[in-house]
């Protein structure tokens, strides 16, 4: 079906219809199916294989007043999982315990120390796991014969080649290819709860079995769609005491998916990671106010320890692949003293920087242990288990993993993982793409907006659609502090966060496309539209004279700063591959020149932390990872290059014709001090935001171009003669030698040579 009947029958708009096709729902009742779901949509639970057995077994427990203890993990998905299975259990009136390991004492799943305690704290005779067990052969043998217990296997992880001999609820050891598999540990306890109690049973579980499959980062088609959009209704509606009191702690108005993603489960899992999640639990099976209140302040101090710990991992790991040797790396491993608690998370921003698959090790109980993430298209899992003659242990699904090893193997493993996914996946697989869902031309008004929402929830398989807005003059106003932008674009207001430094390139004339994000926001109780954009890409270089603005305000920073040992460059490309930067200030001669060597040329920064060969035209940001610099255009200043290529070996071309067009434009002295007049005189007397506005309120008073103001502008600037903030400000200051910035002296030497 074409967009424009699927719009019409929907009653949609026709970008609505257009996203739904690009997901592949092409015919009527898919789409109602989509835009509208049901539960009765669930996959029907008699298609489970082994899922009656656990049941049945669970139903004559409760009958016989056996003990049951619950065996959970530590993580967001076992909490949630743990207390679904066990608030049902209690409200049948079962004999119900639970167990959460400590992620330090007793390691992941079922471990013989774990087991160990069970016995010594927990009067049962069944044990049930939830999102975990499936690969603990010898474990359960040991439970079941060694220490009496009947056991039941509940999990979603890959099963290995051999099974516990016990009852197992697990989707993928089900044949039936119809059936939905990809559940989280929370969604298998909630199907088992829904099997032995019913559906209505089960309805009041939802809400803690979406935060978990949002925060298992399962995808978000089929099943799970479903739990996770009943999931947050049932959340909203502030159904549960102590989630709502934690939503309202860090979320500000409506829960949604992205929230629980960065915000509610991260918070969660930071008990277990540098705490004893057990009494998590209370979270969600608990109405106490004070107790409720009391846990909540715990999970917050909690999660600000875990997030300084993740920083500094994440910084140090940063630190080390400065000298990575990213020429072979399809996977990032690597190792440091970190805390084992944070490496999950710490791999995860790492694959966000350099789109690799990242694994993180440390040492742990005499053995390196380790949590990987991956990217969309390549499964972890399957390359961690292609290398396992190097592991002592592993499991994990599809976009993450844990591992354990031998330190011997550290280095075998790094180079068997990387050869194999690079024969497997291709270099294709690795690229980032800057794919967009649909190019914005029409306005989006807020009722457009909310028929995007109902795409929702957005996460992993369902990710949220990815808008396109071509312009040339943004017309962006800085707002709060000045570092944040907002224009009104296609009728969306339109934000751009910590973009006080791109404000002239995107209010210039010069054509450009804006990734953005589009949602539904609420002012006063008014719904508007809003854009919140992503990534600037340039359809078109900047003109010269912005890059020659660029630089100068770059130099300004930079005044002051370390030289760089740079080397003449001979003019000879080296081949592209990994590891060299040519950095350009022209945009001319950095176009030509990727053209000429087949180099993909970026304005502003790469797309990723990797350093595969590039231009990189005027550089918003530092780029450490690059082993060589060759700069098209030496800058104004040495310093420049140091501070933008911190850890290359730096080379010069020899020609500096870029930098000399900018000393041409050298004022005189007497210039100086006539424009410094005319801009004390204009921020004294107006709310100036930007060097462009200041340059016209000052044109006629001062004599001279654009160019030559932006030299007299940045030098006092670096002379701290002025400040930019919300506003630019002049400060007083006793009198300076324009001879005392090296912005200055560069530029009058360049003069004079020219």
Known sequence: ???????????????VAKLLIARGIEDEASARAFLHPSLDALTPLDAYDGLAEVADRLESAIADREGIVIFGDYDCDG??????LLLYLKSRGADVTYFIPDRREDGYGITYAALDKVAEECDAHVLISVDCGITAVDEVDYAQNELGFEVLITDHHQPGGKLPDCPVFNPHLTQREDVFKPLCGAGVALRLVEKMGGLQASKKFYDIAALATVADVVPLVGDNRLIAHFGLMLINSRFRKGLTMLAENCVKGKVGAYDIAFRLAPRINAMGRVKNAREVVELFTSSDAFLLGQLVKEIEEANAYRQQLTDDLTDDCLDKLKKYDFSQASVIVEFGLWDEGVLGIAAARIVGKFNRPTILLTRSGGKLKGSGRSIPGVDILDCVRACSRWLEGFGGHTAACGLSMKEQDLDAFRIAINEYAASKYGKEAFAVRDDVDALIEGNITPDIAEQIDMLAPFGEGNPAPVFAIDCNECGFVPIGDGSHLKGKLHGMETLDFFASDDIGYLNSAAAKRLVVDIQTGEFNNVKRAEAIVRKVLPKDMPSRVECMSYLLRRSALDDGGKDADAKPWDGNAYAPGIGTVYVAFDPDRATEFAKAHGLECHYGEPPTYMPEDAVVVCPRKPLPYYRRAIYLDPPILSATAAALTPNAEIYFAKDGAFAADIAAKMPSDSA????????????YSGDIRTVSQLFDAVKDECAVDETA?????????????????????????????????????????AGKNG
Do not use: N
């Open 1 to 15: 079906m074409d967009i424009k009947t699927l719009s019409q029958k929907l009653g949609i708009h026709p970008l």
């Open 79 to 84: 909490i949630c999982a743990t207390s679904i």
């Open 672 to 683: 100086f001090a006539g424009v410094y007049k005319a801009i004390r005189s204009a921020c």
């Open 709 to 749: 103001f932006e030299i007299c502008f940045y030098i006092f600037w670096a002379l701290k003669f002025l400040r930019i903030g919300a506003k630019i400000e002049c400060v007083k200051v006793e009198k300076t030698s324009l001879d005392a910035s090296a912005l200055y002296r560069a530029l009058a030497r």
